[in-house]
């Protein structure tokens, strides 16, 4: 059946049909606890492609899940044996904008960051704004009735809506709009065929039932839980755009959808007030909501210890006021006098609860920064950090994400529900929308050993939380993690009008069975099982497990944003999401369950997965759980081919160093052999390279020959502090001058320059391409050739991230990273004095120094040399080491460096300083645009010095 209908599929739509493994497994699970894998997935081209689809799978009798991003965390976006639809991937456009009207048309695969950008140039904006906003889609907003930090100004996802355009699982179309007066309601009803047969059945459930909707239905600003049967009511007029919207996929499909718009205030600023504890928080609430505030998000001390046990402390945490849990209110206005002056208000009714703080922020950059570390809270608080106790950190895992009760209620739910975890001996990190009584809240349930905790603990939660007037669900939804649990919060029957609410809709139960009525069990369909296998590699932060390390994604999808940072830069280009780190971690798990992907390491589904894995290391430092899918992929490929031949580019890239080294046995003989017409093409098709790639060229001598001349016209001085420069492999044989260039700067600031005893490599080849076991017999071999104590600079970033991040995986407990520094980490920690240089500068930061050595330092320097620096956030240039010379990759590499890079260095003004310390930049820089000419910093301050030594 499966090939007749993948071949059907084939024959009806234009979009991609995929019903491989690798497919399934990564369209398999969202951003919940499931995993339910499809029967396969297509990617609508248009609206047609949708009505095709649907169609085919009716024939066939195949239910449809709908999807977006895949962000849903109740396993609203995943079904067993389904065929899923990927909105994203082609139905992505704002087609309209109606500035007069404040309205906007969308397809309902755009991304909500898509819609603001094109709202904006007209003061406008859609109001609600999940976290998730650069990835989320209004297809999968309106699906879960989304809301966001803003919702208690602008409200939900349904009370910005026009109208929606919608395909039932029959394949009936209608559009529905908000409310309507009686004759409009019974015109609709009076119309003829399937139409005029849903109007009137929707009607009669209503008018059957009014004393129980009336009673039965919760009214609270965040009620996601059940169908929104109340939006029937006749005093509600019949809306039937409230009733569809948080019916999670079940009842029709989402062909288009006109969006209201609000205004955008001009101007922002934030109050920050600092509380006790919590609970303090929640009870301070009721007082501040009459002031108006744009938003009032609580965030409690544990969420930034998860953030400082996840990576460096940012610095905006200094903003803070004094306490344990703060409340972000935020103000607008028309000017910038008017949101302060509203800010002043709200931090003066702050100060009448005598032990509370204020923080009151203008500054535009600090707003976003702590609104950033609010933002990052669904992935953050993935790993907990270590308890006062002593107890460790941890995974935790939705569940209980988002319930809600009336602001009265929070404080009092909120120290019950710490309680409960305390009886069930959990813990977890409280934060959300206090503002509006929804708490979104991630625990450490110990899904393989004791997965019946999960069940005990819900079950008493949603007891709880029904004692204080709530909802299960503020704003995710129900799904599988929370359907079953509605019994215990609407009376039988009610659950009873909901299984006929989703039959007059979907008689055939076609669209995204098993969630809101019939729901498949809370704790079925785990994705948490998997096999522990032998690894080569240290995993200190998962207790040595790679089940462990790849089920930290959790699918908050933050690498499917496409519009800034490094990762993911392979999703960025192909836009397939086997080739996001999510989708890849996907495959991994699955791989390691071995049920659907079975292979196991051989696997050819992870393998070709990983093929356009950059090893950019954006994801480990990007990713909020950090997710390290370079480490993952040298596993992968050090057992994939184990005892077996391996691509001629691992062979010619991973063993570059001895090549270069051979080579320059005879530079002048090997750069002919380069350049020639035929021996170069050979020496490409033999080294799997790709034939529209350059060459370079060896230089005429090495960098420790030039060192021994230097040092022979220039003596150390050995009063001077000495300073182990690291020669690596590319600075040693390929491309010396940014050492030259070093070696000369640091001893004009008054260092010693010294160099290893022998030759020394990082392994950076050896690593990425799997050859675990040799990289670690050339590190060990390195290590020997070091002097103990000196500090160690490195000039390129890939090599110096190697040292400082990956020989601690491979050797046990080396002392070396501790003191290895950039060379802008080693002149500012010694506060050097610099020359001015002046002028404007971009730079264009290596990925393995953004991932792991971090910017500051550059930073600094730059700006006392004077130069007007923009750092680019272009993320990875495409080149990646030997990435963009392998055969196979070359478009890849060169739509990498096309989305950003490249368009910003030919804006760039006449004069500009182009600084990329990489080798792999400023490679593909010469390499795409021949009029580049990329500086390492060494080399900008060496001119910096020079410049102010003629002018003395």
């Not at 739509?13 to 369209?27: I, L, P, T």
């Not at 006098?337 to 922020?361: G, I």
């Not at 506060?831 to 971090?854: F, K």
Request: aromatic share 6%; with cysteine; proline share 8%.
């Amino acid at each position: 059946m499966v090939s007749d209908l993948a071949r059907a599929l084939a024959a009806a739509v234009r979009g991609e049909v995929r019903f491989d493994a690798a497919e399934r497994a990564v369209y398999g699970q969202d951003a919940s606890n499931y995993r339910q894998v499809p029967r396969g997935v297509v990617k609508p081209a248009d609206a047609d492609d949708v009505r095709a689809a649907l169609a085919v799978c009716r024939e066939f009798g195949v239910p449809v899940v709908a999807r977006g991003s895949g962000t849903s965390i109740g396993g609203q976006a995943i079904g067993p044996g389904a065929v899923v639809l990927d909105f994203r991937r082609h139905l992505g456009k704002v087609l309209a904008v109606d500035p007069e009207a404040r309205t906007a048309r969308v397809e309902p695969g755009t991304v909500l960051d898509e819609l603001q950008r094109a709202a904006r140039p007209f003061g406008l904006r859609f109001g609600p704004d999940p976290s998730t906003h650069s990835r989320c889609t209004l297809g999968g907003m309106i699906g879960n009735d989304a809301c966001g930090s803003h919702s208690l100004a602008w409200g939900r996802t349904s009370d910005n809506l026009h109208s929606l355009d919608l395909l039932l699982a029959d394949g009936t179309e209608l559009t529905v709009t908000g409310p309507l007066p009686p004759a409009a309601r019974a015109a609709l009803a009076a119309a003829p065929g399937r139409l005029g047969r849903l109007h009137r059945e929707l009607q009669a459930l209503a008018a059957d039932n009014l004393a129980l909707l009336r009673r039965a239905m919760p009214v609270l600003p965040r009620r996601g839980s059940g169908y929104p049967l109340d939006a029937l009511l006749p005093e509600r007029g019949f809306d039937l755009v409230r009733a569809v919207t948080g019916t999670e996929g079940t009842c029709a499909l989402l062909l288009g959808a006109t969006v209201r718009l609000v205004p955008e205030p001009p101007y922002r600023a934030l109050v920050v007030a600092g509380y006790r504890d919590e609970t303090a928080a929640a009870d301070a609430v009721p007082a501040l909501l009459p002031l108006e505030p744009l938003t009032c998000e609580g965030m409690a001390a544990d969420l930034v210890a998860a953030l400082l046990a996840a990576g460096p402390r940012p610095p905006v945490l200094d903003r803070l006021p004094d306490g344990a849990c703060w409340l972000f209110l935020e103000t607008g206005g028309a000017t910038a006098a008017e949101a302060t002056d509203r800010a002043r208000q709200l931090a003066d009714a702050v100060r009448r609860e005598r032990t509370a703080t204020v923080a009151l922020v203008t500054d535009p950059a600090e707003q976003r920064a702590l609104w950033s570390i609010r933002e990052a809270g669904a992935g953050i608080v993935t790993r907990l950090p270590p308890g006062p106790d002593g107890r460790p950190g941890g995974a935790a895992w939705p569940g209980w994400e988002d319930s809600a009760v009336p602001v009265e209620q929070l404080g009092s739910y909120l120290r019950q529900l710490r309680a409960l975890l305390k009886r069930h001996g959990l813990r977890g990190v409280p934060y959300g929308h206090f503002g509006e009584g929804c708490v979104h809240l991630r625990l450490d349930f110990p899904v393989r050993e004791r997965p019946q905790v999960m069940r005990e603990f819900l079950t008493e939660a949603a007891d709880l939380v029904v004692a204080h007037g709530g909802s299960l669900s503020g704003e995710h939804g129900d799904g599988q993690a929370r359907a079953e649990l509605l019994p215990r919060m609407f009376p039988p029957q009610v659950i009873d009008l909901f299984a006929r609410f989703k039959q007059i809709w979907d008689p055939d139960g076609l669209l995204n069975p098993g969630l809101l009525v019939d729901p498949r069990p809370l704790d079925a369909d785990l994705r948490f099982p998997g096999r522990e296998l032998p690894l080569t590699l240290a995993y200190p932060q998962d207790a040595g497990s790679l089940l462990n390390a790849v089920h930290r994604c959790v699918g908050v999808g933050k690498c499917v944003d496409t519009n800034s940072g490094v990762m993911c830069p392979s999703y960025m280009v192909t836009g397939e999401e086997r080739h996001s780190t999510r989708g890849r971690a996907r495959l991994l798990g699955e791989m390691l369950r071995g049920e659907l992907v079975t292979d196991g390491w051989r696997s050819p589904e992870v393998r070709e997965a990983l093929d356009l894995c950059l090893g950019c290391k954006g994801c480990a430092s990007d990713c909020p759980v950090q997710v390290d899918m370079a480490t993952y992929r040298s596993e992968f490929l050090y057992h994939h081919y184990r005892f077996r031949p391996r691509p001629a580019a691992h062979y010619s890239f991973g063993l570059l160093p001895l090549w270069l080294r051979l080579a320059h046995l005879a530079p002048r003989a090997a750069n002919a052999a380069l350049r020639g017409r035929f021996s170069g093409a050979l020496l490409k098709r033999l080294g799997g390279i790709d034939p529209r790639r350059s060459l370079p060229a060896l230089p005429e001598r090495r960098f420790s020959s030039w060192f021994r001349s230097y040092r022979a016209a220039h003596p150390a001085d050995p009063a001077a502090p000495a300073v182990l420069l690291w020669p690596d492999s590319m600075s040693e044989l390929l491309a010396p001058a940014p050492a030259m260039a070093a070696v000369q700067v640091l001893e004009r600031l008054g260092f010693r320059v010294q160099l290893p005893a022998g030759p020394v490599c990082c392994g950076l080849t050896l690593i990425a391409s799997g050859q675990l076991r040799a990289a670690r017999r050339v590190i060990r071999h390195s290590q020997r050739q070091l002097p103990p104590g000196l500090p160690v600079v490195g000039l390129e970033p890939s090599c110096t991230a190697t040292l400082r991040g990956d020989w601690p995986k491979l050797l046990d407990g080396p002392e070396l990273p501790s003191r290895v520094r950039t060379l802008a980490e080693f002149l500012d920690e010694n506060e050097v004095a610099l020359p001015r240089l002046g002028g404007t500068a971009m730079t264009q930061v290596h990925c393995h120094q953004h991932a792991v050595l971090g910017t500051d330092a550059d930073q600094r320097l730059t700006a006392m040399l004077g130069l007007t620096n923009r750092q680019l956030d272009a993320g990875c240039c495409g080149l990646a080491g030997a990435f963009g010379f392998e055969r196979g990759h070359y478009e890849v590499s060169v739509a990498a460096a096309e989305r950003a890079l490249l368009p910003a260095v030919r804006a760039a003004e006449p004069g500009t300083l182009l600084l990329a310390d990489g080798l792999s930049c400023r490679t593909q820089l010469t390499q795409l645009e021949p009029s580049a000419r990329p500086l390492h910093l060494a080399e900008v301050l060496l001119r910096a010095l020079e410049q102010t030594r003629q002018n003395e």
